[in-house]
């Protein structure tokens, strides 16, 4: 069992608090810095023979966003991606606009079960004209990646399988919702074995 002690530091106006001492097994920093019109999340997870460093930054105007989106449709780049998703995420009226952000990772990276959920779940939510095309293109990115073994931790199956359960753009059938949840993962010869039963 790990200890953890947890220190907050801000920065507001040239004042700084300190944070709690530090414990010899493992540590977790959150620190919150308005800077420049820029929000920061920041924090370090520190154990033995394990680091791992994460931020988050809110852009401070609208050029800086554009920039974001720049260096995601231009380079691919994984960390402006989680920039973007974080920032649509606290602004949901806006939140459309990630699914072109998510395609374009999917097409930048092959093994990208990531962003095909995140391609479906912007799909899933989205207000747009638009949303039964792009819904369609969500469906084929899941079977094509339940299909290539891309699904470790089991994201794209449940997916499916929600909606094989609930009859959303494909044809109800428990039987292939439940083979899917429970972790089957061969989902032509599912669909196969389900015609010739019917």
């Not at 493992?26 to 920041?42: A, C, P």
């Not at 009226?93 to 990772?105: A, G």
């Not at 039987?175 to 196969?192: C, E, F, K, M, T």
Request: hydrophobic residues 30%.
């Amino acid at each position: 069992m790990f200890l953890f002690a947890i220190g907050f530091s801000c920065t507001r106006e040239g004042k700084k608090e300190k944070s709690y001492p530090k414990k010899e097994e493992s540590i977790y920093l959150l620190e919150g810095v308005k800077e420049e019109g820029q929000d920061t999340l920041s924090g370090i997870l520190e154990k033995p023979k394990l680091s791992i460093s994460f931020s988050y930054r809110n852009p401070k105007d609208k050029a800086t966003l554009k920039e974001w989106q720049q260096l995601v449709v231009e380079k691919g780049s994984e960390y402006f991606y989680d920039h973007l998703s974080n920032y649509y995420s606290e602004n949901p009226h806006l939140q459309d606009e990630m699914i072109k952000y998510s395609e374009i990772m999917i097409t930048k990276y092959k093994k990208s079960d990531g962003y095909i959920t995140d391609f479906y779940d912007y799909v899933k939510d989205s207000k747009s004209a638009q949303k039964g095309k792009l819904m369609i293109r969500a469906i084929k990115y899941l079977k094509e990646s339940l299909k290539n073994g891309e699904d470790p931790l089991g994201n794209v199956g449940d997916r499916l399988s929600e909606l094989y359960r609930e009859g959303i753009y494909v044809k109800k059938d428990t039987v292939i919702a439940d083979y899917l949840y429970s972790g089957g993962r061969n989902l032509d010869s599912i669909i196969q074995v389900r015609k010739i039963i019917k």
